[in-house]
C-alpha cells in the first residue's frame, strides 16, 4: 500500500514538472508576441478605449480631491482651525509659488499625467472606425477631450501658468521636468 502511495506521489510530481517545463519554453523566446512596443501599439478595439478611458478617469479621480481641497481652502467662506496641518496652512495663505515640495497637496505631475494619458489616447485611437454606421469612438473622444481642458483648467486656476503639450510624452528624452512643473 505504501509503495503504491509512493509511485502515485512520484508519478504526480513527475507529471507537474513535465508541464511546468513546456509550459515555460514560450518565454525564454526573444520573439515572443507578449511584448507590446508603443510604435505598434494602436487603440481600434472598443475594449482597449474603454480601459484606455477607465484609466484617465482614475488619475482624474486621483486629483479630484485635491483639486477640491485647493479651492476651497482658499475661499472666502472658510477659515482654517488650529488643528489644521501645516500643509493646509500653507495653502490657506495663498503662496502656491513658495509652496514646499513635500506638500501633500501641491503635486502638479498629477495632472501632467493625466494631460499625458489623454494626449495618449488621442493620438492612437482610431477615429475612422465605423460599425452598424456609427462612428465607433467619437463619445470617447470627445469625453476624453473634455477631461483634458478641464485639467489644463485646474492647472491654471491653481499654478497661473500651464505649459501645453499636444503630443505624448513617451520616453525620458521628451519629458523635460523644468518645463513641466
Partial sequence: MIMKL???FSSVLVSCAVI???????MLKHESKIALF?????????????????GIIKGLQKIADRTVI?????????KITDHANKDLVELYNYDLQNLKANNRYNDPADYYAVINNCNYYLSRV???LVKDSKN???REYISVLGFRAWTYLQLAQTYGQVYYVDKPILSGDEAHKDKYL
Fill in 6 to 8: 509512493k509511485y502515485i
Fill in 20 to 26: 511546468a517545463a513546456t509550459s515555460c519554453s514560450d
Fill in 38 to 54: 508603443e510604435d505598434e501599439h494602436k487603440l481600434d478595439n472598443p475594449t482597449d478605449t474603454v480601459y484606455s478611458v477607465l
Fill in 70 to 78: 485647493l479651492g476651497e481652502v482658499r475661499g472666502d467662506l472658510l
Fill in 126 to 128: 482610431d477615429t475612422t
Fill in 136 to 138: 465607433v469612438f467619437t
